[in-house]
T-cell receptor, first 113, second 108 residues
């Protein structure tokens, strides 16, 4: 089954403790991206990747890192999480870029205390 | 920054047609128009995509005027399960920007 898989689905952690949210897709897609969704602010793009080893900032990249060492994986790294990063996070992928339909994961709900 | 404007919310009743319009005045020549549906605590789901004129699939129709500065998603004969938030994000280079979406409530 074609899918985008995020882990973990839920995480409660404390300020400053590094964490990684993994994202994997099995569709051989080139474009992958991360979004955060907050009440009243909609979905905002954090980082995107056009292909392996090619990543770039979205609209809200501060406090996040990403890497794209393999085509299928696009982890989101919070080196020193803070409470303002408490949010619902979505990973997405598409065959090539923003003009192809995006396939979203089921989301990761992060709570930073 | 690519920007779209949609109504914040719409109410409808089962069996009616729902039309949601999205304004995207600064759409680029090579941008496609894509609509997504999102249920609470789930990722957005692709509904339909088009470039110009009219596109129809098994769940919706998309109407795009010649100037492409707006688009209208049409949901025929909605049911309670169509209650969701609908988005028409816009690309800007390689970024994708989502607006606030339209919250559609279908009543019995």
């Amino acid at each position: 089954e074609a899918q985008v898989t995020q882990n973990p689905r839920y995480l409660i952690t404390v300020t400053g403790k590094k964490l990684t949210v993994t994202c994997s897709q099995n569709m051989n897609h080139e474009y992958m991206s991360w979004y955060r969704q907050d009440p009243g602010l909609g979905l905002r793009q954090i980082y995107y990747s056009m292909n392996v080893e090619v990543t770039d900032k979205g609209d809200v990249p501060e406090g996040y890192k990403v890497s794209r060492k393999e085509k299928r994986n696009f982890p989101l790294i919070l080196e020193s999480p803070s409470p303002n990063q408490t949010s619902l996070y979505f990973c997405a992928s598409s065959r090539q870029g923003v003009n192809q339909p995006q396939h979203f994961g089921d989301g990761t709900r992060l709570s930073i205390l | 920054l690519a920007k779209t404007t949609q109504p914040i919310s719409m109410d409808s009743y089962e069996g009616q047609e729902v039309n949601i319009t999205c304004s995207h005045n600064n759409i680029a020549t090579n941008d496609y128009i894509t609509w997504y549906q999102q249920f609470p605590s789930q990722g957005p789901r692709f509904i339909i995509q088009g470039y110009k004129t009219k596109v129809t699939n098994e769940v919706a129709s998309l109407f795009i005027p010649a100037d492409r500065k707006s688009s209208t998603l049409s949901l025929p004969r909605v049911s309670l399960s169509d209650t969701a938030v609908y988005y028409c994000p816009l690309g800007a280079g390689n970024k994708l920007t989502f607006g606030g979406g339209t919250r559609v409530l279908v009543k019995p």
